[in-house]
């Protein structure tokens, strides 16, 4: 059943006397928000008292949904015997248009006392957390009612046994998968470094070995690709939760995209407030990432902590505070973690946008002369860390059969076989499907690239269009520590539009990204690898 749908009460006696309106597929994207629309004219909205923004419940068919109410007056959008409902709405309500449905006044969320108690300043329980959790699964929160939860713990920092609450509440907010396997793996990485598309190696290569490894991730919502929005360049991703799990029964693994899953919903719905406002605390990090894995079916993580000028997390202190939350929480939670805190001084790969970081991936798994060393090794690296939590593998061997699977191309007769179950997509490494207008950016001087700005680097990416436009992206030529001569290539933006190509020159043009000096400028970093 999906999680945000549930059979409908009793019809409020406010609106029985009402005739029902018809409900109106209103071609709106509000970003997990249901949205429902009336027009000012409506008789229901005179007669209800409703207010713009107000909290709805929208009945139809036996199901009902929560929405915030839009009024309009503009008989294009709804007209007056009309109840209109934006995308994800009205894909909830599993009904055809001019469906007869109610609207009434939606009572306030239980929870709301605890929100309040939270912005106060209090520490919270477990019931205060579940119970907020259950209300924001269930849609019963505003985007207003949801950003002062966001802030109130991010400004009050969670101690770790409120994360652990909070973490433990999302799980239960939506489906848990088992695989009926004693050993389910995944890797992941806090994000933050353009082009480190480590899992889609990782994934074809402990899944070659054997491992159950069932990848489900997000799409880009701040950055120029997610590992979803780059294996669709390669295969569908967007797939029936039964038939991933047909292909990862049979195959030991995938790569597709975990909105389908309904996996801790309300994560899904914190992140879309979280991601504008650019709040990511600690706590709400380590609650995002375990939900999602622990629903997910996994018992053994990987997880990548990337350090650098740049990134996320710019300090050893930092990443050693941060794993050791981690650690607690997944250790209360049963799961099996390995902190891995890796150089995130620069973009990883060479490749920055779905097409040129799928090309990238396939380069390593065809041992391509061209293939970006720096992102083979750290999957291997990683790859190797999670073969060996199995028990038939020496500690320390990893490295050494993770590699044997890539050089011997197992790994790539994985990833075809992933890539054909999911719905292969035409794909050509030698010539990938880059936009057709593109303009390279040179060195101002003769130098040592001594710096790369990861947020700058994908912020151009992402003015070029990426990750919607598919093939517009950044292609580096230099990376950290390379000698550079006066006017040689540093990298070089493809884009499918004029538009886009020149908001991207703009960007370059106020900073380019990349820092120039002598040999012994480049920063060093103490990290495992």
């Given amino acids: 059943m999906n999680p945000h749908i549930s059979p409908a009460p009793e019809a409020p006696a406010a609106s029985a006397g009402a005739a029902p309106l018809k409900l109106r597929r209103v071609a709106i994207d509000t970003y997990r928000e249901n949205v429902a629309y009336l027009h000012r004219d409506c008789e229901v909205y005179r007669a209800e008292g409703f207010q713009a923004l107000s909290k709805v419940e929208v009945t139809a068919n036996g199901h009902r949904i929560l929405a915030t109410l839009n009024v309009t007056s503009d008989p294009r959008i709804v007209q007056c015997h009309e109840l209109g409902l934006s995308e994800d709405a009205f894909a909830q309500m599993g009904v055809p248009p001019g469906h007869p449905a109610s609207i009434a006044q939606a009572e306030p969320p239980a929870s709301i006392a605890a929100l309040h108690r939270k912005i106060d300043g209090e ?32 400004r009050g920092e969670l101690d770790r046994e409120e994360v652990y609450f909070l973490t433990e509440a999302m799980i ?13 793996v995944d890797k992941h990485c806090i994000g933050g470094i353009p082009g480190n598309r480590t899992s889609m190696l990782v994934v074809p290569i402990v899944a070659a070995h054997g491992l159950v490894c069932p990848k489900t991730s997000s799409r880009a919502i701040t950055s120029p690709a997610g590992t979803a929005d780059t294996m669709e360049v390669l295969a569908n991703v967007e797939l029936p939760f039964d038939r991933l799990g047909d292909i990862v029964r049979e195959h030991r693994g995938c790569l597709a995209w975990g909105g389908t899953a309904h996996l801790s919903p309300a994560d899904d719905i914190l992140i879309s407030v979280e991601r504008p406002l650019s709040l990511d605390s600690p706590g709400q990090m380590v609650a995002s990432i375990l939900s999602k894995k622990i629903a997910a079916g996994s018992n053994h993580l990987v997880l990548d ?56 991936v396939m380069r390593v798994l065809e041992n391509h002369p061209l293939a970006p060393q720096d992102l083979r090794q750290k999957s291997l690296r990683l790859a190797g860390r999670l073969l060996e939590c199995d028990p038939d ?16 191309g197992r790994a790539l007769e994985k990833m075809r076989a992933l890539i054909g179950a999911q719905g292969a997509r035409p794909f050509d490494v030698e010539h990938p499907a880059l936009g057709a207008l593109s303009f390279e950016v040179t060195a101002p001087r003769a ?8 947020l700058q680097i994908a912020r151009i990416a992402q003015m070029a269009g990426a990750p919607k436009v598919q093939g517009a992206g950044v292609d580096l030529a230099r990376k950290l520590g390379e000698p550079v001569a006066e006017g040689q290539g540093l990298y070089r933006v493809y884009a499918a539009y004029q538009s886009d190509l020149e908001f991207a020159r703009q960007a370059c043009l106020r900073n380019s990204g990349y820092s120039l000096g002598e040999p012994g400028e480049v920063p060093h970093v103490f990290v495992e690898f």
């Fill in 123 to 154: 520490r919270l329980g477990r019931d205060d957390f579940h119970a907020i959790v259950r209300d924001i699964a269930q849609h019963r929160y505003s985007k207003i009612e949801l950003s002062a939860f966001v802030v109130a713990t991010n």
């Fill in 172 to 184: 239960a907010s939506g489906r848990r998968v088992d695989w009926h396997e004693r050993l389910v």
């Fill in 305 to 360: 902590i990337p350090i650098g000028p740049t990134a996320k997390v710019r300090s050893m202190p930092d990443a050693q505070r941060l794993r050791r939350l981690f650690e607690y929480v997944a250790h209360r939670l049963g799961l099996s973690l390995d902190v891995v805190i890796t150089d995130g001084r620069q973009p990883i790969g060479h490749g920055i946008g779905p097409v040129l970081e799928a090309r990238d």
């Fill in 393 to 408: 593998i020496r500690g320390g061997d990893g490295y050494a059969i993770a590699r044997d699977i890539l050089d011997s």
């Fill in 447 to 454: 130098g040592v690239v001594t710096a790369i700005d990861n």
